[in-house]
């Protein structure tokens, strides 16, 4: 008799260590790739941030598609333009403007060679969302009228449960952070306005 007490105790005793260390650990494991997970899709999204702004400055408007964004960057130029003397001057003494094209793509090779550039895009992949099964970013742009401007405005978005992942997209987590929920959207933008802003800034 005292042999079954004695391991009906030792099995409670080890079902509780168990569950002690599982609670222990499974906010720390949550929290680690919460980080690991957003700083990787925060950063993919500064990328592409980066080239619809450079993309802006080829053609006058945001890429309402990665197809169009990467070719454009690929394939097309900025227009460097170069200005001597007062363009103001109704006599046009001494003034000159000149324009020169350079690659898209060498500039951006350029940044990248560059170890002091905050900026680094890499085009492959760039729709990518970072620890997903293959899933892309939505990208979204348009004119709007604001503030009676007509002005170009873009958004791009991702789902927390897209990043995620099966394993840590569920709800249950928010237990260990009441701000988490796996539906909110992850994004730079706005179809409502001109700004260009991160909602994790």
């Not at 604001?146 to 990043?163: A, D, G, M």
Request: proline letters at 3%.
């Amino acid at each position: 008799m005292r042999l079954i007490i004695n391991l009906i105790l030792i099995a409670i005793i080890g079902a509780l260590g168990y569950w002690l260390v599982y609670g222990i650990k499974e906010p720390i494991s949550f929290g680690d790739a919460k980080t690991e997970r957003v700083d990787a899709v925060t950063d993919k999204m500064k990328q592409i941030r980066y080239a619809q702004e450079f993309y802006r400055d080829i053609t006058g408007r945001f890429a309402g598609s990665f197809d169009s964004l990467k070719y454009v960057l690929t394939n097309d130029s900025f227009t460097l333009v170069k200005i001597i003397g007062d363009p103001d001057d109704p006599t046009g003494a001494n003034f000159q403007r000149t324009e020169k094209k350079r690659s898209a793509k060498d500039s951006i090779a350029t940044l990248m060679a560059d170890p002091t550039s905050k900026i680094k895009i890499v085009l492959d992949g760039l729709e990518n969302v970072p620890f997903s099964d293959n899933a892309t970013f939505e990208i979204k742009a348009d004119t709007l009228t604001y503030q009676k401007t007509l002005v170009n405005v873009t958004e791009v978005s991702t789902k927390w449960r897209t990043f995620m992942g099966e394993k840590f997209g569920d709800i249950k987590y928010s237990r260990y952070d009441n701000t988490y929920d796996p539906d909110n959207i992850l994004k730079f933008g706005d179809m409502s306005a001109p700004n260009l802003s991160g909602n994790w800034e």
